[in-house]
């Protein structure tokens, strides 16, 4: 009787692919970038986010050779030291600490104004409200666009702010002259006056805004956004007016924009790739549907002045362009669009390759085990199963593993 080998699956690339979440921010069928991952035939759905992690809820799956599937945070709670590496598992309690995400926002409207608890604050409200808060941690994020992308980031500048008091009098209902001297305490009063308007308050000035665009033709990237979303939120969200308190900011592809704890910001359109500390917990306070949080938000935010700066990639010595952050539980990099051939190793950690476009073929250059990947699916490859051969055809290759502390089992 002839047997077959065991195939050891930590000694060469293990496919995975990830699930995607509809909502109503979400590019409307093909249109959405995720369209052609998800092979969707059903041209109404807003298919606006495919998450490719591990986070209880939505998590990825491996494929085995055998045709059998097993959820990524499973296959991590039996084989954490395998895939990671002690240190890595142990500090991070058998999950992979970071997600990918790929995002399609409709620009007709947008994401939710909202910040990320820092890991403190974290702790507190997942302590107080589970079901609203699901994880005790961070989620610092970075942003790679796909297209232009298109997102509130901060507070403006003053001068960029006394212009919007300049063409919209009627925002010093919630910001006055005389406290443009107060520092930092300029935009916590704005912010704070401006959630207390309430129900009758904010679509007074809503309306008055709007109704200035038109009577007086007034034409900034402001007046723009403003006029595209109120047609989507009506005249009583508060995020209308909060969008001429914040910079508003363009990225483009090639570039990252990286989201740090507790900064408020919402992307209004564009495709992009994330990668983020892996956590669900979002505080929204405006331009949403969703169940706001506005007195966490008023809190928490960081208060000043930022002037957004986009990060510039480096290209390291596999070929990647990589983007540093702060964040501990992630690095990321890729390769632009195109064909070629690249030589990741795994000696110092186990990486996620993610594949955008016609085919990648990842191939154990010890073993000559190997995965083709289609559009958005993923190799793990596990820490020390030695190097691999990425080779892309008319696609791009996104690299993600822990950054912040060694990785060697």
């Not at 030589?343 to 990486?351: E, F, K, N, Q």
Request: hydrophobic fraction near 40%; charged fraction near 20%.
């Amino acid at each position: 009787m002839d047997l077959k080998p065991i195939v050891d699956i930590f000694s060469g690339p293990i496919r995975v692919r990830g699930g995607v979440k509809t909502s109503s921010w979400g590019k409307v069928g093909s249109s959405s970038r995720i369209s052609s991952i998800v092979s969707s035939t059903d041209e109404t759905a807003r298919l606006a986010e495919y998450w490719l992690g591990a986070h209880e809820s939505l998590p990825a799956h491996v494929l085995f050779e055998d045709g059998s599937v097993q959820a990524l945070d499973s296959f991590l709670r039996d084989h954490a030291v395998r895939v990671l590496g002690e240190s890595v598992a142990r500090r991070y309690h058998n999950e992979l600490p970071f997600l990918l995400k790929v995002l399609s926002i409709n620009p007709e409207h947008g994401l939710s104004i909202q910040a990320h608890p820092d890991l403190e604050l974290a702790r507190r409200l997942h302590a107080q409200a589970p079901s609203r808060y699901p994880d005790p941690c961070h989620k610092p994020e970075i942003g790679l666009p796909l297209t232009p992308v298109t997102l509130l980031y901060g507070f403006k500048a003053r001068e960029r702010l006394r212009e919007m008091l300049d063409l919209f009098p009627e925002l010093r209902a919630i910001v006055h002259e005389d406290e443009f001297d107060q520092g930092s305490e300029l935009f916590r009063s704005a912010f704070s006056k401006l959630f207390a308007l309430g129900r009758d308050g904010v679509p007074a000035v809503v309306t008055a805004i709007a109704s200035r665009i038109k009577r007086d033709g007034v034409r900034c990237p402001e007046a723009e956004v403003f006029s595209r979303l109120h047609l989507q939120y009506g005249d009583s969200d508060e995020g209308l007016l909060a969008l001429f308190l914040m910079n508003l900011v363009s990225i483009q592809p090639g570039e990252g924009i990286f989201i740090p704890a507790n900064l408020p910001h919402a992307y209004l359109d564009g495709d992009l790739v994330e990668c983020m500390a892996c956590s669900d917990n979002v505080v929204r306070a405006g331009l949403t549907p969703k169940v706001k949080d506005v007195a966490t938000l008023i809190e928490m935010v960081t208060y000043s002045s930022i002037a957004p700066v986009p990060i510039v990639p480096v290209k390291d010595e596999e070929g990647f362009l990589v983007f540093t952050t702060p964040a501990e539980e992630f690095e990321v990099g890729y390769v632009a669009q195109g064909s070629g051939s690249y030589c990741i190793s795994t000696d110092l950690g186990a990486r996620v390759l993610m594949s955008l476009g016609e085919k990648s073929v990842v191939r154990s250059l010890a073993t000559g085990r190997l995965v083709e990947l289609s559009d958005g699916e993923a190799a793990l490859l596990p820490i020390q199963s030695g190097s691999f051969e990425v080779i892309c055809q008319n696609s791009s290759v996104y690299r993600a593993g822990v950054a912040g502390i060694p990785n060697a089992g």
